[in-house]
């Protein structure tokens, strides 16, 4: 039997899985990324970590058909180079993919981590079978990977589907991309909540105030949500607004590319239903009558080990279906 490794690289966190091809995780590591002092410790770290992993399991280096990776930002996938990792300061332009394919004399693939997340989704999630698809993720930040004619679409510079960065009015809240009043500068976590925050100081009356303890810095978007599910019509007034910022930005990317599928991830993807209706209310309304009709808005499935098993599943994708089958 032969396995993917999947390493997911985030801000805080970095995570490692042996996973089989039906995408089922045999092994997991997870380690800190602020525990390490540089570029070369985090790659000494992630080298010995796979090592670990494999020889964990009982397996070689001949049970491992390749390895993903997927880390924020762009990726120049040429070289497997990620430009810029948070919380390692020395981290500028490295090349990532190639330094690991020495290292391990394995294939390695680097991909930007919301593009990994839609290929995951496309192979074993929500979106199988879709031909064209967007896959969204909300959270902290705002991304996207899109699948056009059954293939990752990268871009001219390996730069596409950044969906939280589609610019949505003419003024607007600052964003951390330099721009202003793109879509995760309204839906972004820490901009909802500063919202909520804002509106309460103004006097708004709600049970999120009381979930709290007064407290406004401990509101959440989950806070948010379990307001909302006790009936307070504040919380519900959130949802609404945010799903239908999120559903003018995607309207415009139902006009422009006709995709039948969006998939939608990430933490404040929880907020459910509310959000959902709102976001295919405002779909329904602003864009195009037949990309309207066409596109269907799911919840994305593969939860919390969705970074993995779409890391995993950039080595299938790479390295193609035939190709992988026969092994
Ligand atoms: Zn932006």
């Known amino acids: 039997m032969r396995y993917l490794i ?17 995408a089922r995780l045999r092994g997991r590591k997870t380690f800190s990324t602020t525990s390490f002092e540089g570029k070369s410790d985090l790659i000494d770290g ?6 670990a992993l494999v020889s964990g399991a009982g397996l070689s280096k001949n049970n491992i058909i390749g390895v993903g990776i997927g880390a924020p930002g762009a ?11 948070t919380n390692i300061p020395d981290w500028r332009e490295v090349p ?16 930007n981590d919301v593009n990994v997340m839609a290929l995951g989704e496309v192979y074993f999630g929500a979106g199988i079978g879709a031909v064209n698809m967007l896959c969204i993720t909300l959270g902290t930040g705002v991304g996207g990977g899109l699948i056009l004619d059954g293939k990752l679409y990268r871009g001219s510079s390996y730069a596409a589907g950044e969906f939280g960065h589609v610019p949505i009015n003419i003024s607007g809240p ?7 009043a793109c879509v995760e500068a309204y839906a972004g976590n820490n901009y909802i909540v500063k919202d909520v925050i804002a509106d ?3 006097g708004a009356k709600t049970l999120i105030t009381k979930l ?19 009936g307070d019509r504040f919380a519900k007034k959130v949802w609404t607004d945010v799903g239908n910022k999120v559903g ?14 969006i998939v939608i991830g990430g933490g404040v993807a929880e907020a459910g239903k509310i959000l959902f209706d709102s976001i295919k209310k405002t779909i329904n309304a602003r864009a195009m009558k037949l990309p309207a009709k066409t596109v269907r808005i799911v919840k994305a499935k593969l939860g919390y080990d969705a970074g993995l098993i779409g890391a995993a599943t950039l080595v299938l994708y790479e390295l193609g279906k035939e190709n992988v089958t026969k092994n």
């Open 6 to 22: 999947g390493v997911d690289i985030g801000g805080t966190n970095i995570k490692l899985a042996l996973v089989d091809k039906k």
């Open 46 to 51: 992630i080298v010995s970590q796979i090592k």
């Open 75 to 85: 990726v120049d996938i040429r070289t497997g180079t990620v430009h810029y990792l």
């Open 96 to 111: 990532l993919g190639n330094i690991l394919k020495k290292r391990l004399g394995l294939p390695v693939f680097v991909d």
């Open 174 to 180: 600052k964003c951390k991309c330099g721009s202003w």
């Open 200 to 202: 309460i100081r103004k």
């Open 212 to 230: 709290v303890k007064g407290d406004l810095s401990k509101i959440t978007p989950e806070i948010i949500s379990e307001a909302d599910r006790k």
């Open 248 to 261: 003018i930005g995607l309207a415009g990317v139902v006009n422009l590319l006709n995709v039948e599928k």
